[in-house]
């Protein structure tokens, strides 16, 4: 494990001015996004990346797709797909448009290419709805942030590790943002979802995916990826409320696509 030189959290409070007050002020989208691609790009060294052409391929072509939809919501991001090598079902996103996949979720989906793009759309919804920068802007103003500024300041290892807790999607070892709350998670969810339909992906995929993370489980130890999000009940059956509206977005871009949605 590497360790990071400037951890996000403290840099975003020196910008603040600890105590001073940054009132519900937004930390800058272009700060978090420059920090975010150096820590994609020591990641990206640090880890194992994959040497599947195909995994890489339908990754990227599922991140193009799916960002050419979201690029409305957060105009001129400059979005990076990169398959790392690793068996667990996990997936994650940084601001400023940096999604990892990991290669064992690939494997879960059984190479469903609906199924990732539902993975892929939610930590794209993720990024879009800034929902870092807003967790991040919440801490400080509730003070979480000083706690993570004092800590840093006493033993750079213990900042590591608290950054790594909140990486988006978690499991990753290297985190930028505080972890979501269940709203965050609600909402990248639901826009997901219509994201991953509006690209022509297959919405129904969303509940065949999460069904395949809960009997993956098995009743024993619960992935990374289940314990920090919603449970995957409640899960399914949000999405299953917003399907109908999915459906009609998935058709409609099926047909200007000249494709044929799936029966
Ligand atoms: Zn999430």
């Not at 940096?98 to 539902?118: C, H, M």
């Not at 988006?168 to 909402?187: C, K």
Request: glycine share 12%; charged share 20%.
């Amino acid at each position: 494990m590497k360790v990071f030189s400037i951890p996000i959290v403290v840099v975003a409070l020196a910008l603040c001015g600890l105590g001073s007050g940054c009132g519900s002020a937004m930390l800058s989208d272009e700060h978090l996004a420059k920090k975010a691609k150096g820590h994609f790009s020591q990641m990206k060294k640090a880890e194992k990346l994959s040497s599947n052409a195909s995994h890489k391929a339908m990754v990227n072509r599922i991140g193009n797709r799916i960002a050419g939809i979201a690029q409305v919501d957060i105009p001129g991001t400059e979005w990076e797909f990169v398959v790392f090598e690793k068996s667990e079902a996990n997936a994650f996103a940084m601001p400023g448009g940096k999604v990892g996949v990991n290669s064992g979720l690939i494997t879960l989906s059984g190479g469903n290419e609906d199924e990732v793009a539902a993975v892929i759309g939610h930590e794209i919804a993720h990024v879009a709805l800034r929902h870092s920068n807003k967790r991040m802007t919440q801490a400080i103003g509730i003070g979480v942030g000083g706690v993570i500024l004092e800590t840093a300041m006493r033993q750079k290892s213990d900042t590591n590790r608290i950054l790594a807790r909140g990486a988006y999607g978690a499991g990753t070892a290297v985190g930028l943002a505080l972890p979501y709350s269940r709203t965050n998670e609600r909402e990248a969810d639901h826009r997901g979802l219509l994201y991953a339909a509006m690209a022509g992906y297959d919405p129904r995929a969303a509940v065949s995916f999460w069904k395949k993370m809960v009997k993956s489980s098995g009743g024993g130890r619960v992935p990374e990826f289940l314990s920090t999000h919603p449970d995957p009940k409640n899960r399914i059956e949000f999405l299953q409320s917003h399907m109908d509206h999915a459906m009609a977005l998935y058709k409609q871009a099926k047909e200007a696509r000249g494709e044929k949605p799936n029966p």
